[in-house]
């Protein structure tokens, strides 16, 4: 199976910069969270880095602006469908954790 489409769940610092690292390298990659507010944040962050790599040189404003193309935010976990791999970056609540984990069993292919 070939990874094209990247979930990550948890646009908290950590998911946001799990999101960022896989856009950049050329992944598509769903951002998911539980509320606009807390995808939003996670989005304007990576904007906000790949921002100051354009400022020091390290990537062109079309590369960042590619490496944003290639990010969507969503609340809903059904979007997970067609991606081949999820990431979970969630709070660390075990009981949201196994909640998670149990939707997506029933949303994702078995592989």
């Not at 979930?7 to 950049?24: E, N, Y």
């Not at 969507?72 to 969630?90: P, Y």
């Amino acid at each position: 199976m070939q990874v094209k489409k990247i979930m990550v769940i948890g646009a908290g610092q950590m998911g946001s910069g799990i999101a960022q690292v896989a856009a950049k390298v050329g992944y598509d990659v769903v951002i998911r969270d539980i509320k606009d507010e807390f995808v939003e944040r996670g989005i304007n962050g990576i904007k906000k880095n790949l921002s100051k790599e354009v400022e020091k040189g390290r990537m062109t404003q079309a590369e960042m602006d590619e490496t944003m193309g290639r990010i969507k935010g969503t609340l809903d976990l059904a979007d997970a469908a067609d991606c081949q791999l999820i990431i979970e970056a969630a709070i660390e609540n075990m009981d949201i954790k196994k909640q998670i984990f149990g939707e997506l069993d029933k949303i994702c292919p078995p592989e």
